[in-house]
């Protein structure tokens, strides 16, 4: 599910383009790279730009700016003027309300609101005709396709667990990657589809964390100040994108592990 947070944040990016040796994580300092309210990132097939959530322009509107911008994102192109969106994990099948829990805390405080226990996965076609639900239950948030189609990657709630589940692209073979750590969050494909980037709660904060797809050969990515969330790997196999928590909320650009 998108969610707008309409706090100040700085988008920070590193200048190293080439994919990183395993020995240069976890990385500890990044450079500051622009100053405003801008979210929810993710890359152009190609690298070459970023769509992003921004109020630049008044509003939180969708934008596009290069990857490899210099002027700050002040070049930063609106694409979207009644910031309009397509969900593809919803609360509509349990007839949810904001009374029955919207912006209340998870069980653990930590991942997510009492509201992701009522979501579950749906596909859409793009003019917004044959809605098909996918899963029964709740508790499924921060859903994608593989690169080729086959599965699904998402986060399951389970009272105050969290954590990341991989399923067939028909939902059946649900099965937990995360193994017995019960606070991870925020996951996402690599270009690839081999292996995944993702969230963990550790020392009382989150950092980033890569593993393949099915659960082995863990690799923390960050350890910096802040919390580290919401990670996409750039489609051309060489950058990792994602949120970081420091008072306010940026975006960080930094080198992707081999």
């Known amino acids: 599910m998108l969610r707008i947070c309409c706090v100040a944040l700085s988008i920070f990016a590193s200048a190293i383009i080439a994919s990183a040796r395993a020995d240069d994580f976890p990385i500890k300092k990044f450079s500051l790279f622009t100053y ?40 930063m192109r609106q694409l979207t003027f009644g910031s309009q969106r397509i969900l593809f994990n919803t609360t509509k099948f349990a007839g949810a309300t904001a009374a029955d829990g919207r912006d209340v805390p998870s069980d653990n405080k930590v991942v997510g609101e009492q509201i992701d226990k009522k979501m579950d996965l ?22 994608s396709f593989s690169p080729d189609g086959s599965s699904i990657l998402h986060r399951r709630v389970d009272a105050s667990k969290s954590q990341i589940f991989v399923m067939n692209a028909d939902a059946t073979n649900d099965h937990n990657i995360s193994g017995e750590n019960t606070l991870d969050g925020w996951p996402a494909w690599s270009n690839d589809g081999k292996r995944v980037v993702f969230s963990r709660r550790v020392n009382d904060r989150f950092q980033l964390f890569v593993m393949n797809r099915d659960g082995s050969g863990v690799m923390q990515l960050t350890d910096a100040a802040g ?12 950058k990792i994108m994602c949120a970081r928590r420091l008072g306010d909320m940026n975006l960080v650009i930094f080198p992707a592990p081999k």
Do not use: C
């Open 227 to 238: 919390e580290f969330v919401n990670p996409r790997w750039s489609p051309d196999g060489t």
């Open 36 to 75: 405003v309210v801008d979210y929810e990132a993710s890359w152009s097939p190609d690298s070459r730009q970023i769509v992003l959530v921004s109020s630049r322009h008044g509003g939180m509107k969708v934008h596009a700016m290069n990857a490899d911008s210099a002027s700050h994102g002040s070049d």
């Open 122 to 143: 749906a596909t859409v076609r793009i003019d917004g005709t044959e809605l098909k639900r996918l899963t029964n239950g709740g508790g499924y948030t921060y859903a």
